[in-house]
């Protein structure tokens, strides 16, 4: 059974940082692209991040570059996303995803796994 699980959310003020990461189980992690989402309410779950199966290529939503960096640990079965400079239009619930291919990595719905979910939340 896979299963991705988010954890480091919290609550952080404006320009702070936050780090957040996905451990995985069930899964055969270095066959996996790995991508972070996040989802307010009442709105679709929008593209963060992605990172090929060995870490070689990353990708990032125009927003998030040069504030977030994705990053992965293959021994460790985990992905993180460290998040700096942040703004209360970042506050979200982050998920981490999982899937088999290199394309359409800023589609959620092109991923084949899910965690939970973690809560960021910046205070202005």
């Known amino acids: 059974q896979v299963q991705l699980v988010e954890s480091g959310g919290g609550l952080v003020p404006a320009g702070g940082s936050l780090k957040l990461s996905c451990a995985d189980s069930g899964l055969t992690f270095t066959s996996y692209t790995m991508g972070w989402f996040r989802q307010v309410p009442g709105k679709d779950r929008e593209f963060v991040a992605a990172?090929?199966?060995?870490?070689?290529?990353?990708y990032y939503a125009d927003s998030m570059k040069g504030r977030f960096t994705i990053s992965r640990d293959n021994t460790k079965s985990t992905a993180s996303l460290q998040m700096n400079r942040l703004s209360p239009e970042d506050t979200a619930v982050y998920y981490c995803?999982?899937?088999?291919?290199?394309?359409?990595?800023?589609?959620?719905?092109?991923?084949?796994?899910w965690g939970q979910g973690t809560q960021v939340t910046v205070s202005s």
């Open positions: 995803a999982a899937k088999t291919t290199i394309i359409n990595v800023d589609s959620p719905k092109s991923y084949d796994y």
């Open positions: 990172i090929s199966w060995n870490g070689a290529y990353t």
